[in-house]
């Protein structure tokens, strides 16, 4: 088979002036993508397969040094219209650009961490569908000793992606509702005392999980939020001055809604700062939401549907071992000096207030690392940097009064910050 993907090595390609159709080398389908996409990579999607985008003009002569890979830093990922191409003829499927910050990567299947990240993804697949920046920020959050905090509007599937994922990864699931209310004795666990025993003992808190989801951590005073610092830094809870140990691994995913901000606390920036990224979880696609809509409306109990159609395929014990292990992949002096330029630079940014701290320095560094092991390398690049650099920034930086008068927006401050200084060539 050639790089193209096709079975003949001479597919039938056609092309306008604005775009390509080309078959798929292993079902057949015909896709379609912009012309100006040559020489990428393009997943089928009804039979996921990945190929090189083939070029309609002549091919270059035998032993051309051209490598199209390294101009294809987006996967393109076709709609998919539901139909079988053996049973009938489809139309071209349009192609559509996924973003750095949500395109997954490309799992080295000659490594373990490489085999286990596409497991993971394949099995989350089944039931979750899209969000890529959430589900690879998670797993790199949790393979990092990190946290989330996750900012979207109701309904997008959070607690359905920790079910999942504490499902998938053979660890314990907990969920704590954040109200005004609420007290840090409800989420540590307080003493109670024992009749029988006529002596107090200490009853643990929802706390005591392994994939916590503190959903809409923003509508708890500041006493509340103070419970968390604690837990988050050091991995245990200490009550009437004895500490009770956190089963490893422990991942926090706290969630806001960015819309209403009546009855809401800001948090804190200490406890922000906690954070290792702030993942932004915004509606799906057109063509994922029709997936969405076909697969969960079928009035299956979800316990159900999580048990048949969902496999552990690791356990805490692998996790540990393999988080413990990223710390061998090597990061290059250069790369080491790229990501300090990054965080020292958004402390001289004109349109932020404060800048971020070196534990931002230091979470990219562990996320470089982390997205290395899972693309099957033992080696950090800068693309590792790039593709997690505002998802640990975007929490840590503050706007001046006048970006906010002006309404500038993060994210967009920081692609031009990080664009701004020069990618190491390693």
Known sequence: MS?????????????????????????????????????????????AFVQTIPDPSPQPPPGSTEDSAELAPATIVGHDSGQSHANRPSPPATAQVISEAQRLPSAGS????????????????????????????????????????????PGLGKTLFVRVLGRVLGCEFG??????????????????????????????????????????INRSPAKTHAALLEIMQEYRVTVDGKSH????????????????????????????????????????????????????????????RLMSQISPVTNPEEIMRITRGSSDIRVDGRLIDYINQLVRLTRRWPQ????????AGIALMQAARTLAAFAGRDYAVPDDVVQLARAALRHRVILTAEAEVEGRDVDELLTELIRSVEVPRL
């Open 110 to 153: 000659n490594t373990e961490t490489g085999r286990l990240f596409q497991r993971i993804t394949d099995e989350i697949s089944k039931v979750y569908i899209g969000q890529h920046e959430l589900v690879l920020g998670s797993l790199v959050a949790l393979f990092s000793s990190g946290h989330i905090l996750i900012e979207s509007v």
């Open 245 to 304: 140990e956190l089963n490893r691994p422990f991942l926090v995913m706290a969630t806001q809604n960015p819309i209403e901000s009546e009855g809401t606390y800001n948090l804190p920036e200490a406890q922000l700062d906690r954070f290792m990224f702030k993942l932004v979880a915004d509606y799906p696609q057109a063509e994922d939401e029709a997936r969405i809509l076909e697969m969960h409306s079928l009035q299956i109990d979800l316990n159900q």
């Open 352 to 359: 932020f207030h404060m800048g971020a701290s070196p534990r």
């Open 175 to 216: 969920r704590i509702q954040f109200t005004a209310d609420l007290m840090p004795s409800d989420i540590t666990g307080a003493p109670i005392f024992d009749l029988k025993q006529q002596e107090f003992r200490f009853r643990p808190g929802p706390v005591f999980t392994q994939l916590l989801l503190a959903d809409e």
């Open 3 to 47: 790089d193209t993907g096709f079975h003949d090595g001479t597919p039938a390609i056609s092309s306008t002036a604005n775009e390509i159709e080309f078959p798929c080398g292993n079902c057949g389908r015909i896709l379609k993508v912009p012309s100006v996409l040559v020489g990428r990579k393009a997943r089928c999607p009804q039979c």
